[in-house]
């Protein structure tokens, strides 16, 4: 079981210590080899994604990867951010399905903002298109305008656009989820002004229609932004673009009580993955040991599901975050009266004893 490890930077580094020492901590053996990649790279070599990580990371069966971005890259050309080394990565390896479920474990019904009705049980799972959309869709630049509302001003442009069997395969991944659970998918899209969408929601039911025995909604994002607050239990499995998919999964992560909390996983054809926590490098926490690193254990644990095959050790895993939950440790994004505050470190340690 090769797994590539690649922290990051900003509190990348931390938590990714904590979920290593977790993995190292059950009787399995792993071959793990660690590269620099964002900020970090950048660094060390000038560029956020070097040959060498790239290599690393597609000979592995599966990557363990932190986070990347700050602000301090924010004048540097686009393709030296930090942040092209995540999509660099999504686009090498091919990591189109990017699933992000959100749970709400019981001992943070309370942690959350909203009301303990609503999401005490919550068990959603979101599932991202990757590689497609506005993210990638070319063209894209700046230029002077020569037509619109104010011709011969400086405009920016990106471009949306997905083809058909991007949207098929996502579709199947969601149906064939949806499958394994209580068989609902909800597809958000924006079909009433936008074409791309339009022919999603079109390519959606056709591949539908293979799968009789899973129920089939279809919303605007704009309502599913909404719905997700006031009645996000009424959800299953809901599937989307890229652009919608990011954005509603940390509206979801609020559900969950934290972003701290929100595990995720990228994978291709190949089930070959990606394993990283949903929230980003954290420059405003970085470096002062506070970092809540359960997202990125419980990503650790989709790891050993997805791509090593090893769901009895998954869920011991995710058995030992619930009981650190119930001894009422807490990082402080989760933090509550009358629970004991504890750092990035003090809670890997406690998964571990809990293992
Ligand atoms: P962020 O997710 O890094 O932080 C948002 C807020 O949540 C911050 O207040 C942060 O302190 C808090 N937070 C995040 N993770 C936490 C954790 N584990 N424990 C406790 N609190 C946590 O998003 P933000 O601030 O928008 O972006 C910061 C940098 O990260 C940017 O450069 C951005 O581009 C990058 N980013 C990278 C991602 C990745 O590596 N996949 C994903 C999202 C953002
Ligand atoms: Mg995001």
């Not at 970085?286 to 690193?293: E, Q």
Request: hydrophobic content about 45%.
């Amino acid at each position: 079981m090769k797994i590539a490890v690649l922290p990051g930077d900003g509190i990348g580094t931390e938590i990714v210590a904590e979920a290593v020492k977790v993995l190292n901590a059950l009787d399995l053996t792993f071959e793990m080899e660690s590269a620099l990649v964002g900020g970090a790279a950048y660094e060390a070599h000038g560029h956020p994604l070097p040959e060498s990580t790239l290599n690393l990371a597609k000979a592995a069966d599966a990557v363990l990867f932190g986070a990347v971005g700050d602000w301090k890259y924010d004048k540097l050309d686009r393709p030296l951010r930090p942040e092209q080394a995540i999509l660099g990565l999504r686009k090498n390896l091919g990591l189109f399905a990017n699933f992000r479920p959100a749970i709400c474990y019981e001992q943070l019904v309370g942690a959350s903002s909203l009301k303990p009705e609503l999401i005490a049980g919550l068990d959603i799972l979101i599932i991202r298109e990757l590689t497609g959309d506005i993210y990638f869709g070319q063209p894209r630049g700046r230029r002077v305008a020569t037509d619109g509302h104010f011709p011969g001003a400086e405009e920016a442009f990106d471009t949306m656009r997905y083809s058909k069997p991007e949207i098929e395969r996502i579709a199947h991944v969601a149906f064939q989820a949806a499958r394994k659970r209580n068989k609902k998918v909800t597809s958000v899209d924006k079909a009433n002004v936008l074409e791309t969408f339009q022919f999603w929601k079109d390519v959606v039911t056709e591949v539908h229609a293979q799968y009789p025995d899973v129920e089939l909604q279809h919303m605007y994002v704009d309502n599913a932004a909404m719905q997700l607050v006031k009645a996000p239990k009424a959800f299953d499995v809901v599937v989307t673009g890229n652009m919608f998919g990011d954005i509603l999964s940390d509206e979801a992560s609020m559900l969950t009580g934290s972003i701290g909390m929100l595990p995720s996983a990228s994978l291709n054809s190949k089930n070959q993955g990606l394993y990283e926590p949903s929230h980003g490098s954290a420059p405003d926490i970085a470096g002062k040991g506070v970092a809540n690193p359960l997202a990125t254990i419980l990503s650790a644990a989709m790891m050993l599901r997805f791509s090593l095959n090893q769901e009895a050790a998954a869920q011991r895993i995710e058995a030992a975050v619930q009981k650190v939950l119930a001894q009422g440790l807490r990082t402080p994004d989760i933090w509550s009266e009358g629970t004991t505050q504890v750092g990035t470190a003090q809670m890997g340690d406690a998964v571990v004893k809990a293992l």
